[in-house]
């Protein structure tokens, strides 16, 4: 049994700021709360059919959020799967008993894995439906005629219930071609009326199952068949979305006719809704934006940003100006007139793969986040009230992931991305490249016996930079193209390949000593970069995330084998296991005020304490959390998460940080 209960959390006081934070969370997510940024992926959208300002929403995480307020704020509401690789692609709410709720799923993981997910309770309490387990169910719908019918369609065939979910029968034919389900669709007057857009155009059963026939004349036959719906008031009128356009049957089925007016470009129509009020609008959300018909069809217009990839349509039934769409990356977008205009409605919805967090040096209510997976709607966002308000400073890196954050001396902020560095001066508003490589050579033309003629090679650094390390006198980038290094403050660089490796994920230095670390293996320098040794390591280590240089001249580094310690600068290796978790390890930090160790893993939300150098280690505070890193900032643990976000420690929690300055970000 997956549960999920509401609470209220109270202010937040952080960096002596007032945050003022009324947020509904979920119990697997402890008293941590998220603080933003605000957005990111949304899957499926669903209302309560009794209640349409009652929402939920579907993300791509196995995590559940809800609205009442119409979709105007929302609130953490359940999780459901044991992990974070469930895409809940469809939920669907039981008109006449809108406590039964089902969620569909599939794993990214393991795209032939998933399973259905029930609720008794309104959502309080869920648990999964043993008939279906491990089925990567792609579409559902429950009968409009008959709430007791539900049918799902899944990669091994299309399943139906009769008794409300209680039991399930597989009702196409084992040896058939209907399989790798992508759409459902249930005649609305006739239960037994199953239409199953599979990836190979679609089929139609006119009684539960017992007989199927191909419905493809008109389609183009290569198409995936992504969504199907039946108009409510004339079942003879079928719309079917394919990667080769938009289909319109008028013979329920049994011939199409492709619908012109929506570009080629646009035709990756994911997903087809129907206004409630009036038969004649239909929207279609691509991967190119939503697209509107007022006339059954015969005119299509563009309603959209192009820009926006629609995942779901959800079209409020007491007043159909109100359109909301579940899109990737902007989250959630609502219109009030009838999707002339939309507005971004996250407030409270926190779906950011946080990689880096900055507390600036000279504001205490400032800090900067950087995230990856959200392209031009990404970057880096940046808070001047803790964390109350965000918004997005990402000018000039024209949609880049970033990787690391740092702020030099002087306030200004670096950025390592998938495309190259970039520095962000004090007070500026738009981000600068600082990817001139200069590599000095000496030059095969020198006369013997003369000094050696140096040659000046530049390039453009265009590489992925995973790491960057400021030290009072010298930058270093561990990147995918090698390490640079820059005496300028980043005005120039220079660096390669090093002892033949090149794709480096991460590199701290303490004095003269630098370590720097592949996926599998960690490169060693004493003498400030001039020469370097690679050091011994187990064979099995193949997932390197972070490494790091105690003051102590001890090398560290966290691993999805798990933690190792090297106490003589590399010499040897020790795998710390004594209370630390034996593998997934995202990240190592020294927090200097405390002297201690902090660690965290991608499986579990607990931050981890040592403070005899990594020999035995505590249980710190749980977060609740899957993490990718923590950061002390001003005695309060901030912690950055692969999809929720930034969360922060609640105020009265007894197991606070030591005062001091932010820990470093991990890969």
């Known amino acids: 049994m997956i549960s999920a209960s509401k609470h209220l959390v109270s202010s937040k006081t952080l960096l002596f700021v007032l945050l003022a934070l009324c947020f509904v969370s979920a119990a697997w997510a402890g008293q941590w709360t998220a603080v933003g940024p605000d957005g990111g992926d949304v899957r499926s ?67 032939q894995a998933g399973d259905l997910f029930r609720s008794n309770d309104g959502g309080q309490s869920w648990e999964t439906i043993a008939a279906m387990h491990g089925k990567s169910i792609r579409a559902m719908a429950i009968a409009s ?53 599979t990836w190979h155009l679609a089929w139609k059963t006119d009684d539960g199952g017992a007989n199927w026939r191909h419905i493809n004349k008109g389609m183009i036959e290569d198409s995936d068949v992504f969504s199907i719906i039946v108009d409510s008031s004339n079942p003879s009128v079928v719309f079917a979305s394919a990667c080769s356009g938009i289909y319109k049957s008028q013979s329920a089925g049994d011939s199409f006719s492709k619908i012109q007016g929506i570009p080629f470009s646009a035709r990756r129509t994911r997903v087809l809704k129907q206004d409630p009020t009036n038969s004649a609008i239909v929207y279609a959300g691509t991967t190119e934006g939503l697209w509107k018909t007022a006339d059954a069809g015969k005119t299509w217009t563009r309603v959209s940003n192009p820009d926006v990839v629609v995942n779901d349509v959800m079209i409020d039934p007491r007043n159909s100006q109100r359109v909301m769409l579940a899109t990737d990356r902007a989250g959630v977008l609502a219109s009030d007139d ?74 200004e902020l670096v950025a390592g991305t998938n495309r190259g560095m970039f ?42 930079v995973n790491e960057i390390e400021i030290t009072p006198t010298t930058w270093l980038a561990a990147t995918s193209a090698g390490l640079f290094t820059s005496s300028n403050q980043g005005k120039s660089w220079s ?32 003498d400030d970069g001039a020469t370097w040794q690679d050091t011994s390591m187990s064979s099995y280590v193949s997932s390197i995330r972070d490494v790091i240089v105690t003051a102590d001249g001890q090398i560290m580094f966290a691993s999805r084998e798990g933690a190792f310690r090297s106490p003589n600068a590399g010499s040897g290796w020790e795998h710390m296991q004594n209370g630390l978790p034996d593998k997934n ?28 150098a990594g020999h035995t280690w505590t249980r710190g505070p749980d977060t609740g959390y899957p993490l990718r890193h923590i950061s002390v900032v001003h005695g309060r643990f901030l912690a950055a998460t692969p999809f929720d976000g930034v969360v922060i420690q609640p105020e009265n929690d007894d197991r606070s940080a030591s005062t001091g300055a932010a820990t470093r970000r991990t890969n």
């Open 45 to 111: 959208l669903a209302y309560d059919p009794q209640n349409p300002d009652h929402i939920f929403l579907g993300t791509s995480t196995g995590t559940l959020f809800s609205s009442t307020d119409g979709g105007h704020s929302w609130a953490r509401f359940a999780h459901l799967g044991s992990g974070d690789d469930y895409v809940i692609d469809h939920l669907a709410i039981d008109p006449q008993s809108p406590n039964k709720m089902f969620a569909a799923a599939w794993s990214v993981e393991n795209q």
């Open 145 to 197: 005629s008959d709430s007791k019918t539900l049918v799902a369609g899944a990669l091994d065939g299309v399943f139906r219930s009769t008794d409300g979910g209680k039991n399930w029968q597989k009702i196409s034919s084992s040896n058939s071609e209907i399989h790798n389900i992508e759409s459902i669709a249930v005649d609305p007057k006739n239960p037994d009326v199953v239409y199953a857009g």
């Open 338 to 411: 009838g999707a002339h205009t939309f507005l971004t409605s996250n407030h409270g919805y926190t779906h950011r793969y946080v990689t880096s967090i900055i507390a600036d040096k000279n504001d205490l209510n400032t800090m900067f986040v950087g995230v990856v997976n959200d392209r031009e709607l990404g970057g880096v966002f940046v808070s001047r009230d803790a964390g109350q308000h965000w918004m997005q400073n990402s000018k000039g890196l024209d949609g880049r992931d970033v990787f690391t954050l740092k702020q030099t001396a002087n306030g």
């Open 423 to 464: 520095m962000l001066a004090r007070n500026a508003s738009e981000w600068s490249p600082i990817n001139n490589v200069i590599n000095r050579t000496g030059s095969s033309h020198a006369k013997k016996g003369s000094k050696t003629a140096k040659t000046e090679v530049r390039s453009i650094l265009t590489a992925r």
């Open 495 to 526: 660096g390669g390949p090093v002892m033949g490796k090149q794709d480096f994920v991460s590199v701290q230095s303490n004095g003269s000593l630098i370590a720097l670390a592949t996926r599998s293996n960690v490169l060693v320098s004493k």
């Open 585 to 612: 390890i995202s990240s190592i930090s020294y927090d200097q005020n405390s002297k201690q160790l902090l660690a965290t893993s991608t499986e579990t939300g607990v931050v981890f304490e040592s403070q005899d």
